[in-house]
């Protein structure tokens, strides 16, 4: 199947990061090459676009996608997380720019086998990197009851994560659970009908947690903003599109307590904590899609953008 994903929010994004002609740029979640191939427009031979991502087949359509455009392109595979790392190898000591496209793309969810979908009945897998031993079967399988119920309530803000998680443990006791589609009856047998009829697909939070567990998307996010705000020059931007409220929620503390890190307690006349902002906000209300792209792309409708300005 060939690689394939809609960027959402394409020309704000890249709109928002004011790209300099010579500038560094970094795509810490390549995928298709989408926005890498609307910000190498921007830029000249003297400039550079770095792409960084876990899944190989983004990895090779990006590369194809990307080939002959202006500036200079390095492609690397890895995780976002190692961004300073992956800078620092490619020559560079700060950038003018990063873009993060968070969640699953378009060819992971569409790809059966990927393992992804709650839609088609496919070998349990979820791994966003294939190098990865454990798989969703793995996790699903080997978790506590305890475990799997934190993992639904607090990734998927499932109100009957408890009694999925119980299901779960009950039907593998009888038969491992190896597929999507087995799964997917598990969670419908452990949600009234009443329900099920309304707020979307009864597994669809279910799954959007195991997947968020398994490749530790939100410790990475947690973990690596403040690193990649540091990576910044001065007047350089940090774009982040989420697509849920915990991925937001992290994106927007971050970005504000960057601005205001001031811990002193609000009576104090003057600040003694001594710490210092890196940057402002530039988005004081996140940028969400038009009409007329959530008209053509369903996935686009829960996308925010957040963007951050580090002032050196």
């Not at 190498?40 to 003297?46: D, G, M, R, S």
């Not at 990895?59 to 190692?82: F, H």
């Not at 209300?285 to 953008?305: D, H, Q, Y």
């Amino acid at each position: 199947m060939e690689f394939h994903h809609t960027s959402v929010l394409l020309h704000e994004t890249v709109d928002s990061l004011a790209v300099r002609p010579d500038g560094v740029y970094v795509d810490g979640t390549l995928g298709g090459g989408g926005h890498s191939s609307e910000i190498l427009k921007h830029l000249t031979a003297t400039g550079t676009l770095i792409g960084i991502d876990r899944d190989d087949a983004a990895i090779r359509a990006a590369g194809e996608r990307l080939r002959g455009s202006k500036g200079r392109t390095i492609i690397v595979r890895g995780n976002y997380c190692d961004m300073p790392e992956i800078v620092r190898a490619s020559g560079f000591e700060t950038v003018d720019g990063i873009v993060l496209d968070l969640g699953v793309s378009s060819y992971q969810l569409d790809e059966a086998e990927r393992g992804f979908s709650y839609m088609n009945d496919a070998p349990l897998d979820m791994r966003m990197d294939r190098r990865q031993d454990k798989t969703a079967a793995d996790l699903v399988n080997g978790a506590s009851e305890h475990e799997l119920f934190r993992i639904i309530r607090d990734y998927g803000e499932e109100r009957f994560a408890q009694n999925i998680a119980k299901h779960i443990v009950e039907a593998r006791s009888r038969h491992k659970i190896e597929t999507t589609g087995e799964l997917v009856e598990i969670i419908k047998a452990s949600i009234p009908m009443k329900f099920q009829k309304t707020g979307g697909h009864p597994a669809k939070r279910t799954f959007q947690a195991i997947r968020i567990e398994l490749n530790g998307e939100l410790t990475a996010l947690t973990d690596s903003l403040d690193a990649m705000i540091g990576l910044l020059s001065d007047g350089g931007r940090l774009a982040v599109i989420t697509f849920h409220s915990l991925e937001d929620r992290i994106v927007k503390t971050t970005f504000r307590r960057n601005e205001n890190p001031c811990t002193c307690p609000p009576g104090f006349p003057v600040c003694v904590c001594g710490n210092k902002p890196t940057g402002r906000v530039v988005t004081r209300k996140p940028i969400l899609p038009s009409a007329g792209e959530m008209a053509v792309n369903s996935r686009a409708k829960s996308a925010k953008l957040r963007v951050f300005e580090r002032i050196r």
